[in-house]
């Protein structure tokens, strides 16, 4: 009786260790305010305007580009 109340103890200061640890790593984690898409954390999203397709001339059922403008550019984003 002993032994398997031991091991009961010993699992439980485990798990209870463990929970604590993963608590203080999950609260450390900060993340700057950024738009949607731009990482993680609190988000807003973005302003989408001028949305232009370009059909594939094959096939025009698949779609080989995409071009649109956003309200603000994206955070790191770098034109070139």
């Known amino acids: 009786m002993f032994k398997s109340s031991s091991r009961l103890v010993f699992a439980m200061l485990s798990l209870t260790i463990m929970a604590a640890a993963v608590y203080g790593f999950a609260a450390a984690n900060t993340v700057p305010t950024s738009k949607a898409g731009d990482g993680a954390g609190v988000v807003s999203g973005y302003t989408v305007s001028s949305i232009h397709y370009n059909l ?15 309200d603000t550019a994206p955070y790191g984003w770098k034109h070139h």
Request: aromatic share 6%; proline share 7%; no cysteine.
């Open 56 to 70: 594939n001339a094959t096939n025009p059922r698949n779609i080989d580009s995409v071009t649109f403008n956003l």
